[in-house]
């Protein structure tokens, strides 16, 4: 069964995240750890975010156990096992990561090894917040997991901290949310529920992301790219991705490639790829953006100036062949079967940034 009726069987886990979503709402911080019984919170951030971890933690006063800000994209291990040395060492009993993908993600480590409660405060739009999903990198292989102890108690949604995101990174953020409720259209175990919010997401995003391309800085539109990148977020967060997630991962493990840019390379070719098998499933793109999935996307990238080509990103030609091994080293469940030679002619049109025939 492919299309899904209102009479098909499904189940729903309900959605346990508490989420906090406004305009200076990261004045909250204080009173949800307070709610989850905590009196003690390391802060978590990135080196280039430190100065505002560090604000927030002299807001929260002795609240604050200290500010870790040393996140790194695709969370190698070795950072994870010092920033738990630190965590254990402050007296902190959970943790706030304030920031984007890479600081989130390494809240979720901490997490998970040690039981500490997390309050996620992100500022761009990449949407891992939402999510049991965590993927470390250790050997130059990312692996990923899902686990409940990965997901975060409380998220903390302030569109004022997105105001300042610069613009490159608003459009890649941005597309790699849309890769969540693009994958999330046509999962083995979607729901009436989460594919609602996908579908949603996509008018919005085709919307609200022109505005920002002229006009950084309009708070409404920065709003409604937030809410649906929440949307995004969520829907990542209770189904199982396929083809483009784990391209994505394995690019970003192997060749070191920032996370949102290579998903905003990767999801026309991917998309454009099982389009072929459910164009049923995906029609919400085409009725979204006017045009068949995959060209849909790479025209949308191409028009708010988001990369094209994984060459770009300093990917070489002859790391194509190293990635399409790992891409097909563990079978998952994807709507349209696959081989090597399949995902070495997406990887090959994504490194030359070809536009995708579907």
């Known amino acids: 069964m492919r299309s899904m009726s209102q009479a098909a069987p499904f189940v729903f886990p309900g959605i346990s995240t508490r989420v906090v979503f406004g305009?200076?709402?990261?004045?909250?911080?204080g009173e949800e750890l307070a709610r989850l019984g905590h009196a003690h919170a390391l802060l978590l951030s990135t080196p280039h975010q430190s100065d505002e971890a560090t604000r927030l933690a002299q807001t929260l006063g002795p609240v604050a156990a200290g500010v870790f800000a040393e996140a790194t994209m695709h969370t190698p291990v070795a950072v994870t096992d010092k920033a738990v040395s630190v965590f254990q060492a402050s007296g902190a009993t959970a943790v706030i990561a304030l920031g984007g993908g890479s600081t989130i993600g390494l809240g979720k480590a901490i997490a998970t090894r040690t039981g500490a409660d997390q309050i996620c405060v992100p500022t761009s739009y990449?949407?891992?917040?939402?999510?049991?999903?965590?993927g470390e990198t250790e050997g130059g292989v990312k692996t990923t997991r899902r686990d409940a102890s990965i997901r975060p108690e409380t998220v903390i949604y302030d569109v004022d901290l997105t105001l300042g995101l610069p613009l490159p990174m608003t459009m890649t953020s941005a597309l790699n949310a849309i890769a969540h409720a693009a994958e999330a259209l046509y999962a083995a175990d979607r729901n009436p529920v989460v594919v609602a919010m996908a579908e949603r997401?996509?008018?919005?995003?085709?919307?609200?992301?022109?505005r920002l391309a002229?006009?950084?800085?309009d708070a409404d539109a920065r709003a409604e790219t937030l809410y649906a990148a929440w949307?995004?977020?969520t829907a990542l967060g209770y189904v199982?991705?396929?083809?483009?997630?784990?391209?994505c991962h394995t690019i970003g493990g192997a060749a070191n490639t920032p996370h949102a840019d290579t998903h905003a390379i990767m999801l026309p070719h991917t998309i454009g790829f099982n389009a072929a098998a459910v164009p049923d499933l995906l029609a919400p793109i085409d009725a979204a953006?006017?045009?068949?999935?995959?060209?849909?996307?790479?025209?949308?990238?191409?028009?708010?100036?988001a990369p094209t080509r994984l060459a770009d990103l300093g990917v070489r030609e002859t790391q194509l062949d190293a990635v399409a091994d790992l891409a097909v080293r563990n079978?998952?469940?994807?709507?349209r079967p696959f081989d090597r030679a399949a995902i070495r002619a997406i990887l090959q049109d994504a490194w030359a940034g070809n536009e995708p025939g579907i």
Do not use: Q
């Not at 305009?23 to 911080?29: D, F, H, R, Y």
């Open 23 to 29: 305009s200076g709402t990261l004045a909250n911080v």
């Open 126 to 134: 990449a949407g891992s917040e939402m999510t049991d999903i965590l």
């Open 201 to 210: 997401a996509f008018p919005v995003f085709r919307d609200a992301l022109p």
């Open 214 to 217: 002229s006009a950084p800085r």
């Open 231 to 233: 949307l995004c977020s």
């Open 240 to 247: 199982a991705m396929g083809l483009h997630h784990k391209l």
């Open 289 to 305: 953006f006017g045009a068949s999935p995959g060209k849909a996307l790479f025209r949308l990238a191409a028009d708010i100036g």
């Open 331 to 335: 079978p998952y469940d994807n709507p």
